[in-house]
């Protein structure tokens, strides 16, 4: 299949921006919502959105292979799932920082499971990206906790469904990805209230069930709603047009949307360890990037 990189990469900066600008906003659901009751209503948002178009557009959905859909949804959604906890009491561009060494997960499982070749110059692209998550996330070492590292995990589950849009999921449309997604994560959301309700409710923004809306949450699910579904195409068509490994990189311009964003709204700066970071994170990406048009590396 040719790749049509630069498509790709206009596709996937514009869904970063929209990204960056969107999850600003999951902290005011924190105090006044859970994450379950958040993921519930916006892909009932979701759906009522993609059916009326279909309805006016007179088209249906039409899914190739229903294993490798099943397989990328629940590979994504529970990276997503992941990161819209974290966001409940970290910084946008943490977490971002965190889920975006998807990147790098990219070139490491395709090595491990695709047997595609490195040289040194990407091992130490990786080594460095790694470093640089580390200075973003856990700018305090004495106050590391397992928890500031959950993106990182997130970042790995969304790593294997990039490689799965590219290997299974090729001959999809972007809206049937798209909506798979969102519909595991309304699966999510359905069992972790259920949960709750049957082991009783522990507080705050991941141990709530469900929580009636108030203006606040149904504005920030509506807003979730439309842009994400808008992100999500962007992403799933940019994957479609070109090879993970290469078109990856330009993720990371989340980084600098997040942070941007993060100052704009909030007025939230980054300390000099911070700004380490996003730089050795950028440098690996793009050295990952760059090498990754050469054979060997």
């Given amino acids: 299949m040719e790749n049509r990189t630069l498509a790709a990469a206009g596709a996937i900066l514009a869904a970063m921006t929209v990204i960056g600008f ?24 979701m759906w009522a959105l993609v059916l009326g178009w279909l309805v006016l557009a007179a088209r249906g959905i039409r899914v190739v292979r229903w294993r490798g859909v099943l397989a990328r949804s629940a590979l994504m959604s529970t990276a997503m799932i992941v990161y819209f906890g974290a966001l409940g009491f970290m910084p946008v561009a943490q977490v971002a920082a965190g889920l975006f060494t998807a990147p790098i997960w990219v070139l490491i499982l ?64 972007a809206l049937v990805l798209s ?51 808008l992100a999500v195409i962007l992403l799933t068509r940019g994957y479609q047009l070109a090879e993970a490994s290469v078109v990856s990189v330009f993720e990371y311009s989340v980084l600098a949307t997040s942070a941007l964003f993060g100052f704009l709204v909030w007025g939230e700066t980054m300390g000099p360890g ?12 793009s050295v990952i990037a760059l090498r990754g048009r050469r054979v060997p590396a």
């Fill in 22 to 45: 969107i999850d600003q906003y999951i902290r005011l659901l924190a105090d006044a919502s859970s994450l379950w009751t958040f993921h519930l209503l916006r892909t009932a948002m």
């Fill in 179 to 229: 909506m798979g997604i969102f519909s595991f994560m309304g699966l999510w959301a359905l069992g972790g209230i259920a949960v709750l309700a049957l082991a009783g409710e522990t507080g705050g923004f991941l141990g709530r069930g469900f929580v009636p809306p108030t203006a606040t949450v149904w504005a920030v699910c509506a807003l979730q709603a439309g842009g994400s579904l």
């Fill in 274 to 285: 911070g700004l380490l970071g996003l730089a050795l994170i950028a440098g690996a990406g």
């Fill in 110 to 173: 395709s090595v491990a499971f695709f047997g595609q070749r490195i040289g040194a110059a990407r091992i130490l692209a990786v080594i460095l990206g790694f470093a640089g998550v580390i200075l973003v996330v856990a700018p305090d070492p004495a106050q590391v906790s397992p928890f500031v590292f959950a993106p990182v995990v997130a970042g790995a589950f969304y790593a294997l469904a990039v490689i799965a849009t590219r290997e299974w999921c090729r001959d999809e449309s």
